[in-house]
T-cell receptor, first 115, second 112 residues
Framework: AQKITQTQPGMFVQEKEAVTLDCTYDTSDQSYGLFWYKQPSSGEMIFLIYQGSYDEQNATEGRYSLNFQKARKSANLVISASQLGDSAMYFC????????????FGKGTRLSVIA | DAGITQSPRHKVTETGTPVTLRCHQTENHRYMYWYRQDPGHGLRLIHYSYGVKDTDKGEVSDGYSVSRSKTEDFLLTLESATSSQTSVYFCAINDWDGPEAFFGQGTRLTVV
């Protein structure tokens, strides 16, 4: 079974600063994917970034990067140069790749960006 | 944006009544999922489908049933709604052309 743990229920960050949202995972699968989703106050789920377990480079998408440490089973999201619009709920998720199994989500971290 | 539409977007219903939520996609994706979101729990999988008439249970399937008679529609039914089923329900889709899943706008269901 797969499990995602997000230990930070809420975080604050100053505008223009960088912030790291923690995510650890547990799985016995060899081929898996790690995902981050953003949920603003409007409620929609927005896909941010993906990391495959066999990818050697950390994934980056604009101001988002995924700090993937396979041995530690962690997949932290780093947001650089925070903006007020980054205030939202952030979910880490994973699934087995290849069999296209459903996503398993963590409980989320609420990020608040302060001006 | 992926073409996923959930209906209704909001619903208030009484305990004991049946409720059906609809997820409609225009992407011809094979896989469809129903999740519920509750404070402190993140998103939890209710049921999913890996093809027409092919469905399976998720983590919190008790009290829910699903049907998928055509590729584009995935229906979630609460046979007899209870207050514990008050939640926000999300539909998601994905296919082999990419690892990420795309979500509908969500349905806020209140059972009184």
């Amino acid at each position: 079974a797969q499990k995602i743990t997000q230990t930070q229920p809420g975080m604050f960050v100053q505008e223009k600063e960088a912030v790291t949202l923690d995510c650890t995972y547990d799985t016995s699968d060899q081929s898996y994917g790690l995902f981050w989703y953003k949920q603003p106050s409007s409620g929609e789920m927005i896909f941010l970034i993906y990391q495959g377990s066999y990818d050697e480079q950390n994934a980056t998408e604009g101001r988002y990067s995924l700090n993937f440490q396979k041995a530690r089973k962690s997949a932290n999201l780093v947001i650089s140069a925070s903006q007020l619009g980054d205030s939202a709920m952030y979910f880490c998720a994973m699934r087995e790749i290849g069999r296209n199994t459903p996503l398993v989500f963590g409980k989320g971290t609420r990020l608040s960006v302060i001006a | 944006d992926a073409g996923i539409t959930q209906s209704p977007r909001h619903k208030v219903t009484e305990t004991g009544t049946p409720v059906t939520l609809r997820c409609h996609q225009t992407e011809n994706h094979r896989y469809m999922y129903w999740y519920r979101q509750d404070p402190g729990h993140g998103l939890r999988l209710i049921h999913y489908s890996y093809g027409v008439k092919d469905t399976d249970k998720g983590e919190v399937s008790d009290g829910y049933s699903v049907s998928r008679s055509k590729t584009e529609d995935f229906l979630l039914t609460l046979e007899s709604a209870t207050s514990s089923q008050t939640s926000v329900y999300f539909c998601a889709i994905n296919d082999w052309d990419g690892p990420e899943a795309f979500f509908g706008q969500g349905t806020r269901l209140t059972v009184v």
